[in-house]
Every structure is written in C-alpha cells, then in structure tokens.
C-alpha cells in the first residue's frame, strides 16, 4: 500500500532552520506531484509548496516565499522542505500529499485542495518558539 513517512520536525527558535522529508513508498513516485501542505491550530489545512513531478515547477505560498525550498529526488522517492527564517507563525502540523492531478503551472499547483490530494503523510508537528 501507499505510505508517505514524514520526518524532520520539532521545536526550534525563531530565525533557525528544520529540513523536512518525506519518503514515499507504493507508489510511482515520478508520476505525482508532490506538496506540503500544514495547520496550525484553529486554522484550516493549506498548501505552502509543491513541486511539479521532475522539479520543473514549484509553488510557494506568499507566506513562506523567500523562506522555504522544495526539491525533491525521484531516484530515492522523497521529498524536502528546507525552511529557513523559521517564525512562531509557522508553527503547525506539516503534511506530505501526492497528487497524480496534472498542473498547467506552479500557481495552479498551489491551488491544490485536498480534494485534489491522492494521498497523505502522517503530519509531522513543527515548532517555532519566538
């Protein structure tokens, strides 16, 4: 069955650095476009980056852009989220998707809605204290 394993969370001041991962398995990785997604308490789940399915696109959503880096490695069916500049406002749970929707550009990709989500990590918490 299909599994996304995400790693890498925990608590960090404000102004560091956590890198995210996400191995994937079950699944045809290079036919998904891949994406975090997070949710922070009291707030609905939102997509912060994706990444096409061989890296040539990428989203961010305007709160992370400058901050966060997606990339991913087909070879070892895994993706990163390298976030850098980390704020409390960032503190949520983080999730890994998979998508096998087909997107026209980075924008559209960050329009991904759940429902457009084939498949989840289990959520990996993340904590910026200030």
């Known amino acids: 069955q299909v599994q996304l394993v995400a790693s890498g969370g925990g608590l960090v001041q404000a102004g560091g650095s956590l890198r995210l991962s996400c191995a994937a398995s079950?699944?045809?990785?290079?036919?998904?476009?891949m994406g975090w997604f997070r949710q922070a308490p009291g707030k609905e789940r939102a997509c912060v980056a994706a990444?096409?399915?061989?890296?040539?696109?990428?989203y961010y959503a305007d709160s992370v852009k400058g901050r966060f880096s997606i990339s991913r490695d087909n070879a070892k069916n895994t993706v990163y989220l390298q976030m850098n500049s980390l704020k409390p406002e960032d503190t949520a749970v983080y999730y890994c998707?998979?998508?096998?929707?087909?997107?026209?550009?980075?924008?559209?990709?960050?329009?991904?809605?759940?429902?457009?989500?084939?498949?989840w990590g289990q959520g990996t918490q993340v904590t910026v204290s200030s």
């Open positions: 990444i096409s399915h061989y890296g040539s696109m990428t």
């Open positions: 998707v998979a998508s096998s929707r087909r997107f026209a550009t980075g924008e559209a990709m960050g329009r991904m809605t759940e429902s457009d989500v084939g498949y």
């Open positions: 079950g699944l045809m990785f290079s036919n998904y476009v």
